[in-house]
């Protein structure tokens, strides 16, 4: 059961994206898990965390949600979060705060997560910071655009981080909504991520492994790394699934 990580591309309305991050929990719990809901807080923290835990309700398997939330600039600490959790779910937000509250426990998050069994799920930003390479945000590549500019969470060039290494691959998120899928094509283009995987709103990539499968009402598009230069990318939907190589 350990080593579970669900990538939910973003979206609120349908629930049942929380579904299997749950079910992995409660197998780990052996009856209805305690989900830690990391949140960094912005000034409205506590509602972010009432928003997630409400989705998680409406999923319909059953958990106790706890908030963890960590201050604008604050750093995450897993020892304390994780105990007596029996799954995780770093929530949504500005994509940059969540990468710097994340970034000193790198080396410690991943371990603790595989000891104790715990899944991982990530939503939108959680989704993002999963990566060991972790797309972080921006919209132009030396000055040009690569997709709309209101997603670029606060930067201008697009900016690629030090992640939590569960998953190795780059995310972005949002992709068909957004049109975040053409910054990921650029990142892993020019060489600042292996591949890379964006992931559709109401959508969730399971990894266990060294597999992949996809679970919701978009795609999971897979970006790899072609000859000279070029990418491939390849879309997969809800049933199907890709190599994590």
């Known amino acids: ?42 000034g409205d923290g506590r509602e972010q965390f009432e928003r997630f835990a409400q989705a998680l309700d409406r ?5 106790t949600p706890v908030p963890a939330l960590v201050p ?13 959790a029996d799954g995780l779910l770093v929530c949504g937000g ?17 371990r603790l997560l595989a000891e104790r069994g715990l899944p991982y799920a ?16 921006g919209w132009l590549v030396d000055g040009v655009p690569v997709c709309p500019g209101d997603t670029a969470e ?10 939590l290494g569960l998953v190795p691959f780059a995310v972005d998120v949002h992709a068909a909504q957004w049109g975040t899928l053409a910054r990921l094509v650029s990142v892993v283009g020019r060489g600042d991520a292996p591949c890379g995987v964006a992931v ?22 897979v970006v790899r790394p072609g000859a000279d230069g070029a990418v491939t990318v390849r879309s997969y939907a809800d049933g199907e699934g890709f190599d994590v190589v």
């Open 122 to 137: 990530g939503f939108s930003a959680g989704a993002a910071v999963a990566a060991r390479r972790a797309v972080v945000g």
């Open 1 to 42: 059961m350990g080593g579970r990580t669900f990538l939910i591309g973003g979206g609120r309305d349908h629930a049942e994206v929380y579904a299997p991050f749950l079910r992995a929990a409660a197998e780990r719990a052996g009856g209805v898990p305690r989900i830690r809901c990391a949140v960094v807080d912005e």
């Open 154 to 163: 606060d930067l201008e060039e697009v900016a690629v981080r030090p992640g």
């Open 59 to 63: 999923s319909g398997a059953g958990c």
């Open 200 to 221: 559709d709103e109401d959508t969730v990539v399971e990894v266990a492994g060294p597999a992949a499968r996809i679970t919701g009402r978009g795609r999971a598009h």
């Open 72 to 84: 604008l600039g604050g750093r995450f600490e897993p020892e304390e979060v994780l105990d007596g």
């Open 94 to 110: 500005l994509t940059p705060a969540y990468q710097e509250a994340f970034a000193g426990c790198a080396d410690r998050l991943p």
